[in-house]
């Protein structure tokens, strides 16, 4: 049975489902454009660049996305190989002339989830 997560509706729909005793198998799921990882930040600082002092609140979800990773494959959290670390690496696009910034989760969500199966 293969299920799609395009949205934090169906998401919630599938912890139900599994809250209700159905058996999905990680290769059962496939996230599909969401979740979607964009910060707008405006200020004298940001004309199409990330300064240091934001960087630490997207390694730290990179850490999370990481220690979920090796939780799902291994049982626990553990420092997780080069390998490993390119398929779970978010990669951050800035757009031209702003200072926004998206990272396609669900790029990385499916890695987890294949790896995990």
């Given amino acids: 049975m293969a299920i799609t997560i395009a949205s ?3 998401l919630f729909r599938i912890l139900e489902d599994i809250e209700n005793g159905e ?5 059962d799921i496939q996230f599909d454009g969401w979740p979607k990882y964009r910060v707008t930040i405006r200020g004298e600082d940001f004309d199409g660049g990330v300064p ?7 390694l730290a979800l990179q850490k999370g996305i ?4 090796a939780i799902s494959v291994y049982g626990e959290v553990k420092r997780l190989s080069k390998e490993e670390r390119r398929k779970t690496e978010l990669v951050v696009h800035l757009e031209k002339g702003s200072t926004s910034y998206t990272s396609k989760l669900w790029d990385v969500f499916n890695n987890v989830l294949s790896t995990a199966a």
């Fill in 8 to 10: 934090e509706d169906d």
């Fill in 23 to 27: 058996d999905l198998l990680p290769d």
């Fill in 52 to 58: 240091t002092r934001i960087m630490p609140a997207i």
């Fill in 66 to 69: 990481d220690d979920a990773y």
